[in-house]
C-alpha cells in the first residue's frame, strides 16, 4: 500500500511539472471574455512548384466597422484547408499592411494586383514604428512560429481599427497581406534554401536588376518572388496551390476598452536604419560549447510614457533566444524558441514552431520616453547562418490611463490569466502532493512495520 502511495505521489508530482512546463512553452492563454467574436478568412491562391518562391501582395478582408482586434493567427494551408507541413513549404514570414486607399482611386488600384508602397493612391497606416525603413510600416506578423506563438491581447486592451474619426476624408481603409513562402520539396540543400543562400538560387542580381554586392551570400535580395532554389536532379513534382489563412479575433469598440500601440525593435537598427536581417558566423570549437552563441544587442526609446502589455520575439533556425532589458538593466522579457521535434505539421523537426511571448502584470513594467531600452538576440554559432532576423514585437498603452482602466476590466480580466494561475497551482499541489503522499506512505508503512514487531527504519 505505501509504495501505491508513493508511487501515485511521485507522478502526481511529476504531471504538476509537466503540465506547469508544457501549457507555458507557448504561453497558453484560451480564456478570453465572451464578447470576442473570432472571424476567419483566407488570401487569394498562389501556386508553388517545387523549389519555387512566391512573395506576393494580396489585398484582404477585415472584420467591418470600428473594432479592437484581440488576436491574429495565421498559417499555410492547401485546398482542402489542411495545415502544410513546414518541410513541405517553408514560411518565411507573412506581413499585414493597414492601409488608406482614395476612394476616386479604388477600383484601378484593386486591378493593379500589386498592392506596394509606391501607389500614389495609398497612405500607409502600420505601427507606431521605430524603424520605418523596416518592420516598421507592419501591423501583424510572424514567420515558421506562427502556429504557436500566441497573440492574444488581454482585456481591456487591443489594437483599434476602423476608427472613422482617423480616416481622411476621400479614403477607404483597406488591408493587404505580404506572404513569403520557399516550396521546399526536393530541394538539394533545405537548410540553406530557407536562409536564401544565393548560390542555391543562382541569383547575381536583386529584384530590382542591380547587382548584388559580392560579400552579400544570402537573405532576402536572393529569395524574392519567382526565384527557384536547387533541387536534387531527377526531382520532379507537380504544380500545388496553397492559401494563407488567417483568424482574426475581435471585439466591438467600447469607452471601456484601452487602445495599444505596436513597435518593433530590430537587433540590426544601428541609429540610421535598420537591416531587417543579418548573418552569423561559424565558431571555433576549439572553446566550450557555450562559447558558440552570436549576441547582437541594440537599444531603443519609446515616444512616449507606456505600459507594456505584450512581448515576442521573432526569431530564425539556429535561435538561441532574445531579451529585452529595461532602463535600469532588469531583464523585462525574455521570449525563448521551442523547436519541433516530430514529422507534422506544427511539429516539425528542426523548425522553430513558436516563440514564448510575455505578458506583464497590467500596470507593473512602465517604460518612461526617457528610458533607453536594450534589446539582446542570441543565435547558435555551431555553423554559419544566413539571412536571420532578431525583432521583439511589443504592445505597450499610454501611460496616460490610470489605474481606473484596469479597475473597469476587473469584470473581464477575471478569465484572462487563469491558465497561467492554474500552471502554478498545478506545480505547488502537484510538489506538496507528492511529498504528503510519501510521507503519508512512509507512515502506513510504519505503522504495519509496528504491527508486525519490526522497527522501522527511515533510510
Not at 283 to 303: H, M, N, V
Request: aromatic share 12%.
Amino acid at each position: 500500500m505505501a509504495r501505491r502511495i508513493t508511487s501515485f505521489g511521485v507522478a502526481f508530482f511529476f504531471i504538476g511539472i509537466v503540465h506547469g512546463w508544457g501549457t507555458s512553452s507557448f504561453d497558453s492563454l484560451t480564456s478570453e471574455d465572451l464578447v470576442t467574436r473570432k472571424s476567419v478568412y483566407r488570401t487569394p491562391a498562389f501556386t508553388l512548384t517545387p523549389g519555387e518562391v512566391s512573395s506576393k501582395f494580396y489585398r484582404v478582408e477585415f472584420p467591418k466597422g470600428h473594432v479592437g482586434v484581440r488576436g491574429f493567427d495565421a498559417e499555410v494551408v492547401d485546398e482542402a484547408g489542411n495545415p502544410v507541413s513546414l518541410f513541405e513549404v517553408y514560411l518565411h514570414h507573412w506581413l499585414t499592411f493597414n492601409l488608406y486607399v482614395k476612394k476616386t482611386e479604388k477600383e484601378a488600384f484593386l486591378n493593379e494586383g500589386y498592392y506596394g508602397s509606391n501607389n500614389p493612391s495609398t497612405r500607409f497606416v502600420g505601427n507606431s514604428g521605430l524603424c520605418r525603413d523596416g518592420p516598421g510600416s507592419t501591423s501583424w506578423g510572424l514567420g515558421s512560429e506562427t502556429r504557436h506563438t500566441n497573440t492574444t491581447i488581454p482585456p481591456p486592451y487591443a489594437i483599434e481599427i476602423g476608427n472613422s474619426e482617423n480616416i481622411p476624408d476621400g479614403y477607404e481603409e483597406m488591408w493587404e497581406f505580404n506572404v513569403h513562402a520557399i516550396d521546399t520539396r526536393g530541394v538539394a540543400d533545405r537548410p540553406g534554401c530557407t536562409e536564401c543562400r544565393c548560390n542555391l538560387y543562382g541569383v547575381v542580381n536583386d529584384e530590382r536588376g542591380k547587382p548584388l554586392p559580392k560579400d552579400y551570400i544570402g537573405g532576402l535580395e536572393c529569395c524574392y518572388d519567382g526565384t527557384k532554389c536547387r533541387l536534387k536532379p531527377g526531382f520532379e513534382s507537380t504544380k500545388r496551390t496553397l492559401y494563407m489563412q488567417y483568424t482574426i479575433r475581435w471585439i466591438e469598440w467600447s469607452e471601456n476598452m484601452v487602445p495599444v500601440k505596436k513597435y518593433v525593435i530590430d537587433v540590426t537598427n544601428t541609429g540610421s536604419g535598420c537591416k531587417i536581417e543579418y548573418n552569423t558566423p561559424t565558431c571555433s570549437l576549439s572553446g566550450f560549447p557555450t562559447d558558440c552563441i552570436d549576441t547582437r544587442e541594440t537599444t531603443a526609446s519609446l515616444p512616449e510614457d507606456s505600459i507594456l502589455i505584450y512581448a515576442a520575439a521573432h526569431q530564425h533556425v539556429g535561435a538561441r533566444g532574445a531579451s529585452l532589458y529595461g532602463a535600469n538593466g532588469k531583464e523585462i522579457c525574455r521570449s525563448m524558441p521551442a523547436y519541433g521535434f516530430g514529422s507534422e505539421a506544427g511539429n516539425e523537426a528542426g523548425y522553430v514552431v513558436g516563440m514564448g511571448a510575455c505578458y506583464p502584470e497590467p500596470g507593473s513594467v512602465k517604460i518612461s520616453s526617457k528610458d533607453v531600452l536594450r534589446m539582446q538576440s542570441n543565435y547558435s554559432t555551431f555553423r554559419g547562418r544566413t539571412g536571420v532576423m532578431g525583432l521583439f514585437n511589443i504592445l505597450v498603452a499610454s501611460d496616460t490611463y490610470s489605474m481606473i482602466s484596469f479597475k473597469k476590466s476587473d469584470s473581464v480580466n477575471l478569465g484572462y490569466g487563469i491558465q497561467e494561475l492554474l500552471n502554478d497551482y498545478f506545480l505547488i499541489i502537484g510538489f506538496v502532493g507528492g511529498i504528503a503522499a510519501f510521507g503519508l506512505g512512509r507512515y502506513y508503512q510504519f505503522r504495519k512495520q509496528q504491527s508486525e514487531g519490526y522497527q522501522a527504519v527511515f533510510k
